[in-house]
């Protein structure tokens, strides 16, 4: 283990931060396609609501493996070879990148719906009465209690996101698990390998999980 560390351990560290990169960036982008789809599934509008069901039905039921596949292989042979004129060609950071932000959408948009319906409805009506706008009233008076409500599970699906990116290394991505890969067969030690591959997971993790207790505590103080 000490060889590992000792001659791999920069690698594996590079790895790590590639992998928290890309669950930021997979993060972000779900951040607003959640709100976009959480939002329309409590709009009062039969086609909103009927659209972002069937967008979070669709994600949520196709595995995350097969949907980096498709992404990363189908997409491109769809527009390249299907259709034709097109010169799309995805780098494995950039279909990673869509998987986690359109996987980990679908999730976030559910935790939108749930958080706007977790405000008492008079709030709205209360808004409404004072002569606010739908928008208006959604922006300004139901979204800010429902963001502090969604704060504690935005930060556990971060961690769920943090550990599906290993699932990106079938697309041959440098994360923490595909550099893992790698050490292990330069060093054939699979035993050394994985077990400091896991106690990384498992610190970066408890920091967040902690993180999160933390905020949710503060939050439970503050209401």
Same mark, same amino acid.
């Given at each position: 283990?000490?060889?590992?560390?000792?001659?791999?351990?920069?690698?594996?560290?590079?790895?790590?931060?590639?992998?928290?990169?890309?669950?930021?960036?997979?993060?972000?982008?779900?951040?607003?396609?959640?709100?976009?789809?959480?939002?329309?599934?409590?709009?009062?509008?039969?086609?909103?609501?009927?659209?972002?069901?069937?967008?979070?039905?669709?994600?949520?039921?196709?595995?995350?493996?097969?949907?980096?596949?498709?992404?990363?292989?189908?997409?491109?042979?769809?527009?390249?070879?299907?259709?034709?004129?097109?010169?799309?060609?995805?780098?494995?950071?950039?279909?990673?990148?869509?998987?986690?932000?359109?996987?980990?959408?679908?999730?976030?948009?559910?935790?939108?719906?749930?958080?706007?319906?977790?405000?008492?409805?008079?709030?709205?009506?209360?808004?409404?009465?004072?002569?606010?706008?739908?928008?208006?009233?959604?922006? /300004?008076?139901?979204?800010?209690?429902?963001? /502090?409500?969604?704060?504690?599970?935005?930060?556990?699906?971060?961690?769920?996101?943090? /550990?599906?990116?290993?699932?990106?290394?079938?697309?041959?991505?440098?994360?923490?698990?595909?550099?893992? /890969?790698?050490?292990?067969?330069?060093?054939?030690?699979?035993?050394?390998?994985?077990?400091?591959?896991?106690?990384?997971?498992?610190?970066?993790?408890?920091?967040?999980?902690?993180?999160?207790?933390?905020?949710?505590?503060?939050?439970?103080?503050?209401?």
């Amino acid at each position: 283990m000490i060889k590992i560390i000792t001659v791999y351990g920069g690698m594996l560290l590079t790895a790590l931060g590639r992998t928290i990169i890309l669950t930021l960036l997979g993060l972000f982008f779900a951040c607003i396609i959640g709100m976009i789809f959480g939002i329309m599934g409590v709009l009062k509008n039969r086609v909103c609501n009927v659209i972002a069901q069937i967008f979070v039905d669709i994600i949520r039921g196709v595995p995350m493996i097969v949907l980096a596949f498709f992404i990363y292989f189908g997409v491109p042979y769809f527009f390249n070879t299907i259709i034709g004129g097109f010169s799309v060609n995805l780098t494995a950071l950039q279909a990673g990148t869509i998987c986690l932000a359109l996987n980990c959408g679908a999730y976030m948009a559910e935790i939108v719906r749930a958080g706007i319906q977790s405000v008492d409805v008079g709030q709205m009506e209360a808004a409404r009465s004072l002569g606010l706008t739908y928008g208006m009233s959604m922006r /300004k008076v139901v979204l800010p209690q429902a963001i /502090k409500t969604m704060i504690p599970t935005f930060i556990n699906q971060f961690i769920i996101t943090l /550990k599906d990116t290993s699932i990106l290394s079938v697309i041959g991505f440098p994360e923490l698990v595909n550099t893992a /890969k790698n050490v292990q067969a330069n060093t054939f030690m699979s035993f050394q390998t994985w077990a400091i591959v896991g106690i990384m997971y498992l610190i970066v993790i408890t920091i967040l999980s902690r993180s999160a207790k933390v905020v949710e505590r503060r939050l439970s103080i503050g209401r």
